[in-house]
């Protein structure tokens, strides 16, 4: 499976946006795109199919940006990947239908039904929170020079 960078930036600019969470102001685009080096005009396009999914929401004006419109436990992995893909995979092509049609039933089912199955039961199972806590585990003070 091939996760898109539509899908990995929207990952990581949800996660910027949960560490964000509790306070009261917005989180710009521009800040969004600085931080993570990513193209302002492609943030737009990720945040305009996460807003019409209903995850976040924004506010317009020199205050404004975009907040998660639920909190950071109630969104999962599953909801801003469906958000910004149509399906977690493509379809797979026919391998034998035309020769053999009870084989490729059974790679249907087998294989690749499961798959699908197992891979949303697995992204609903990951919230923007574990993420976050996770993403929080590997914040380091490297850089910073500390003098007594």
């Known amino acids: 499976m091939k996760i898109s960078a539509k899908v990995r930036y929207g990952i990581a600019a949800m996660i910027s946006l949960a560490r964000n969470y509790t306070a009261a102001e917005c989180t710009t685009l521009m800040s969004l795109s600085e931080k993570h080096n990513i193209s302002k005009i492609y943030l737009e396009q990720i945040f305009s199919s996460l807003k019409r999914a209903g995850l976040v929401i924004s506010t317009k004006g020199s205050q404004g940006g975009y907040k998660l419109s639920k909190t950071p436990e109630k969104i999962t992995a599953r909801d801003i990947f469906l958000a910004l893909e149509t399906s977690f995979a493509e379809k797979a092509s026919d391998t034998v239908s035309q020769s053999d049609s009870s084989i490729e039933s059974a790679i249907n089912k087998l294989i690749f039904d ?28 490297e850089g910073y020079m500390y003098y007594l």
């Open 114 to 141: 499961r798959l699908d199955e197992t891979i949303d039961k697995f992204l609903s199972s990951v919230t923007l929170d574990d993420l976050l806590a996770e993403a929080d585990k590997y914040l380091t003070t």
